[in-house]
């Protein structure tokens, strides 16, 4: 397969107002100021260890690191987290608690604003909120800016929620692309996802938890994708995927038609 590199830090643009920072989970929207993440499944590696733990993992310390970085180098001023913030479903680790004060502190502090929308693994999240500094925190279904939706992903969107619409930005399907070459070998990479459902571009952001699982794409279906938004979506155009590593950079594959 023929594909370009892009050399990681360059911002490589997907739309007139939202740009890969290459090498990186984050997508960039300059006119807003905004650096925009998903899935930070904070507490993943107590679930891992199958123990909970009070430590912050490496894998915390070097994303929130990342994030202070990229904010410094381009005028940032309010981060986005789509979803999924916490990883346990069904109760609250102590890992969690811990994580989420040191990134939210950690942010704050430089007078940074935080967004966290709500995924399926956040239902508990509120009753970590007494334990936060939550005077530059803000929780919200979904964030509208303009003509942007973002949403996690794991709900359907309205007629309401789309009427003016023309880019919607998802997380929560966990995108990743696998390399194939000789005796076997396989490389599997995060990766940003680009495809075109009811007239809208869609983008699909890959987790920023380097120990998440990855989901391989494209899907060989379209009752495979984990968002509801996108299986109903009626007929899918081509989609393009992008994916991203700390060294190399952003590989651009060629966009692919969809079955």
């Known amino acids: ?87 346990h479903t069904k109760d609250i680790k102590v890992q969690e608690l811990q994580e989420l004060r040191y990134f939210t502190e950690e942010l704050t502090s430089l007078d940074l604003q935080i967004i966290f929308i709500k995924g399926n693994h956040d239902h508990l999240l509120e009753f970590l909120l007494p334990y936060v500094n939550t005077a530059n925190v803000k929780f919200d279904a979904n964030v509208r800016l303009g ?15 789309l009427l003016g619409v023309d880019t919607i930005i998802l997380s929560h399907e966990h995108p990743a692309y696998t390399f194939t070459g000789p005796n076997r070998a396989r490389a599997k990479l995060p990766a940003f996802v680009s495809l075109k459902a009811s007239n809208r571009i869609v983008i699909i952001l890959p987790a920023s938890n380097e120990i998440s699982s990855g989901v391989d794409y494209p899907p060989r279906k379209q009752s495979d994708f984990l968002s509801p938004f996108l299986r109903n979506s009626g007929e899918l155009e081509s989609i393009e995927i992008f994916p991203i590593d700390p060294e190399f950079g952003l590989f651009e594959l060629p966009a692919t038609n969809l079955w």
């Open 1 to 87: 397969m023929n594909y370009s590199i892009i050399p990681a830090n360059t911002l490589y643009p997907l739309t007139d107002q939202c740009s890969i920072l290459s090498g990186t989970p984050f997508l960039i929207l300059p006119s807003h100021r905004i650096l925009l993440l998903g899935d930070l499944h904070l507490g993943h590696e107590s679930a891992l260890m199958n123990s909970d733990v009070s430590h912050i993992s490496r894998t915390t310390k070097e994303l929130t690191q990342l994030i202070i970085d990229t904010t410094n180098l381009h005028n940032i001023k309010t981060i986005i987290c789509n979803g999924d913030i916490k990883h």
């Open 147 to 161: 003509s942007i939706l973002i949403s996690h992903g794991h709900q359907d969107l309205n007629s309401d929620e």
